[in-house]
């Protein structure tokens, strides 16, 4: 139950706020001074909340690396359109989360031929099928630059990718852990993101992404590597229809020396998230 709270301090501080104004309009003062002291301690959460980067100018002739992130809740429309958008945006890396339970490898390479390498696991350890099926699509490298962990318990991976780009590859790993509504879905979002750490070099060039299923007020989101792509304090990924004031539970993550360039919450696309889309500057050398 703490768990489920602490992603929504934004929305307990409107809460809590016209409820103190409420109470002090009936001159109910114990009752204005409960809320309000429960209204500042939720500001105080949202506000004091860091470790995110803003987009910046990139240096001269910098090389650029674009991805596109996005769960559909297996909307085949959905994934037409995120196709069209990270098409537009001149996407180097796609990742998908929530495909559809007909989708196969061979139609992403029609959808997406541009893209030559494509990673769709589809069965867990013991062989039950993955319901939500996450994707990575490249625009550069090979296919024995994917690795793939899987979950005995759960229906999500960990997808990672070294990305060519100059000297140094560029580590991707993306992830779509369960949501924390059970106590056993939350060790297994918990155990999920703590391994987002494993075969990572943080000294070097790396960009994390994924349905994380928890806010940066959750005590776990901690424990995930890197900075934050854009403010999280006033925009939310989820659900769809309350835009802004919805829980920014996707997350793009960078480190190792790369400077964001650009970041932006996407349009409503069909699902029940918004995508997220974001630019990174190599560093110099």
Aim: charged fraction near 15%.
């Amino acid at each position: 139950m703490f768990d489920l709270a602490a992603h929504w301090p934004k929305h307990l501080f409107l809460l809590a706020f016209a409820a103190a104004l409420y109470a002090a309009v009936l001159k109910a003062w114990r009752p204005a001074g409960l809320a309000s002291a429960v209204a500042a301690l939720n500001a105080a959460l949202v506000i004091g909340a860091g470790g995110f980067a803003l987009p910046a100018k990139p240096p001269e002739n910098a090389t650029l690396i674009k991805v596109v992130s996005a769960n559909i809740h297996r909307s085949w429309p959905a994934l037409n359109v995120i196709i069209a958008m990270a098409r537009d945006y001149g996407a180097d890396i796609i990742s998908v989360y929530e495909a559809p339970d007909d989708l196969a490898e061979a139609q992403l390479a029609t959808l997406l031929p541009d893209m030559p390498v494509v990673s769709m696991p589809s069965l867990a350890p013991e062989g039950r099928p993955l319901v939500k099926r996450s994707f990575l699509a490249a625009r550069t490298g090979g296919a024995d630059q994917v690795d793939v962990t899987a979950f005995a318990y759960t229906n999500s991976v960990i997808i990672r990718f070294l990305l060519p780009a100059g000297a140094t590859p560029v580590q991707i790993i993306t992830t779509h852990p369960p949501s924390p509504g059970w106590p056993n879905q939350r060790f297994d979002r918990n155990r999920q993101l703590q391994q987002l750490t494993d075969g990572l070099t943080a000294e070097k060039p790396f960009i994390l992404m994924g349905d994380f299923n928890t806010t940066p007020w959750g005590r776990i989101y901690g424990e995930t590597p890197g900075v934050r792509a854009g403010d999280p304090r006033f925009e939310g990924s989820f659900p769809a229809a309350l835009g802004p004031l919805g829980l920014p539970i996707d997350h793009i993550k960078f480190g190792g020396g790369l400077m964001l360039v650009d970041y932006r919450v996407g349009p409503d696309i069909g699902s029940d998230h918004q995508p997220l889309f974001a630019t990174f500057a190599l560093p110099p050398g």
